[in-house]
């Protein structure tokens, strides 16, 4: 799903804009509204946002800012303004920063509806095109993010689906294929590791990608998840069933590619079949809890929690005074940005922002236990860069402020 924020100072307006059209249909989820663009900036530096619906006429900043910040920042963020003037000067500002359309009121529901399709379409595009380290093919790369997200339940319709999948370059006939879950298991990982040091994990999986032969005849093989030495394939059979003989045809070629090409053993096995991708829209619910991930798949599926999460408090725990975007922690984790956001919050039940400003807030916490400390100081040794944005987050998590926490535990000391 393209995040998307939508921002309007009327309220009555806010709520018409989160129910006008279906937002997952053309492939948005809404992840905030805001009635005060108060804190955008704030909000912008820790928030993964694809596209920004805002009013332009707000108090500071306003839309147009709006725009002019992300062109100069975040140049990556679509932003559609609305505007109840017909203003030409309106216009040619919103054309000068980048806007995708600037939209009069009242709204026209259809060209609303296209107009917010097609800046879909051009997220899913751009997205794909940023992620081709992750495979040669870039539709790949999207098919990884459409399985996790019928995985984890945030695809709830075949009308979704199919968007997805034809978005993606794939036939919608791909709906009702069936499909085997195969595990591979690099076997001579860590020594293939070692012996050729100019590969990290990322490009030896980009190799890997590169090297199973996605497109058959009979099949489509789609890498969908790697974490450390573990991978799963999607084997999609092109035909109305998809016979154990030619599971096994397609597992012997994928092992010969790989094995002859960069002298490695691999085991591959078949772990489980279904019906169909739309099945898993019917036929699975989201998880709460990692047991229930492991339940969708049989027992020799590793699902390698324990590789990730450390990864990932290793790198916060040397970095935390730093920048940190999510950019760098799926390069860290040799994932990709959206299956890393998807598999990382529903293995800790939280997204890894909040896991961030957790494990900061403690540190925080920390120095403020010193009386010479000033708290007005405290933000930025620990990675905070906004003391405003700083003590809005502290009194979100303590409940109090930084000031007041540090008299009351100093007074205890």
């Known amino acids: 799903m393209n995040k998307l924020i939508i921002i309007d100072d009327e309220s009555y307006i806010l709520k018409q804009l989160e129910s006008l059209i279906d937002w997952q249909e053309i492939g948005f989820e809404i992840t905030d509204t805001m009635e005060s663009s108060e804190y955008i900036f704030d909000y912008l530096k820790t928030h993964d946002v694809d596209a920004i619906l805002s009013d332009i006429s707000m108090p500071h900043p306003d839309g147009l800012e709006i725009a002019r910040h992300c062109q100069d920042h975040y140049p990556h963020i679509k932003i559609v303004l609305l505007s109840g003037?017909?203003?030409?000067?309106?216009?040619?500002?919103?054309?000068?920063?980048?806007?995708f359309q600037y939209v009069t009121k009242p709204i026209s529901y259809d060209s609303f509806y296209e107009c917010m399709k097609s800046l879909s379409g051009?997220?899913?595009?751009?997205?794909?095109?940023?992620?081709?380290?992750?495979?040669?093919?870039?539709?790949?790369?999207?098919?990884?993010?459409?399985?996790?997200?019928?995985?984890f339940g945030r695809i709830t319709s075949e009308k979704q689906l199919e968007h997805?999948?034809?978005?993606?370059?794939?036939?919608?006939?791909?709906?009702?294929?069936?499909f085997y879950i195969l595990t591979m298991q690099i076997k001579t990982f860590e020594m293939f590791l070692k012996k050729n040091r100019k590969y990290d994990i990322h490009?030896?999986?980009?190799?890997?990608?590169?090297?199973?032969?996605?497109?058959?005849?009979?099949?489509?093989?789609?890498?969908v998840r790697y974490a450390h030495n573990t991978s799963e394939i999607l084997l999609i059979s092109k035909h109305e069933e998809l016979p154990d003989v030619l599971v096994q045809e397609q597992i012997h070629s994928i092992r010969n590619s790989l094995e002859n090409t960069l002298d490695i053993q691999v085991e591959i096995s078949p772990a489980k079949s279904y019906p169909s991708l739309a099945h898993l829209i019917s036929a699975q619910t989201p998880p709460t809890d990692v047991s229930s991930v492991k339940n969708l798949y049989p027992e020799n599926l590793s699902v390698s929690t324990d590789e990730v999460v450390k990864k990932v408090t290793e790198y916060i725990g040397e970095h935390y005074r730093d920048e940190?975007?999510?950019?760098?922690?799926?390069?860290?984790?040799?994932?990709?940005?959206?299956?890393?956001?998807?598999?990382?919050?529903?293995?800790?039940?939280e997204s890894f922002v909040t896991t961030l400003n957790n494990y900061r807030i403690e540190k925080a916490k920390e120095l403020l236990?010193?009386?010479?400390?000033?708290?007005?100081?405290?933000?930025?040794?620990?990675?905070?860069?906004?003391?405003?944005?700083?003590?809005?987050?502290?009194k979100a998590i303590t409940d109090d402020t930084p000031s007041n926490y540090q008299t009351k535990v100093t007074a205890h000391e």
């Not at 003037?85 to 806007?99: C, E, K, L, S």
């Not at 999207?142 to 399985?147: A, D, R, T, V, Y």
């Not at 490009?203 to 890498?223: A, G, Q, R, S, V």
């Not at 950019?327 to 598999?343: E, L, N, P, Q, V």
Request: a neutral charge; charged letters at 20%.
């Open 122 to 151: 051009q997220i899913t595009a751009a997205r794909r095109s940023e992620n081709h380290y992750f495979i040669g093919d870039t539709r790949l790369t999207s098919f990884q993010e459409i399985f996790f997200d019928l995985l």
């Open 85 to 99: 003037y017909r203003d030409f000067t309106y216009a040619q500002d919103a054309i000068r920063y980048g806007v």
């Open 203 to 223: 490009k030896l999986y980009t190799m890997l990608c590169n090297l199973i032969p996605y497109e058959t005849n009979d099949t489509w093989n789609l890498l």
């Open 369 to 394: 236990r010193d009386p010479d400390t000033k708290p007005s100081n405290v933000g930025s040794l620990v990675g905070f860069h906004n003391n405003q944005h700083f003590y809005r987050v502290f």
């Open 164 to 178: 997805s999948i034809t978005t993606s370059g794939f036939d919608k006939d791909l709906i009702h294929a069936p």
């Open 324 to 349: 940190i975007t999510l950019d760098d922690i799926a390069r860290h984790t040799a994932m990709s940005k959206g299956y890393f956001c998807s598999y990382y919050k529903n293995i800790t039940r």
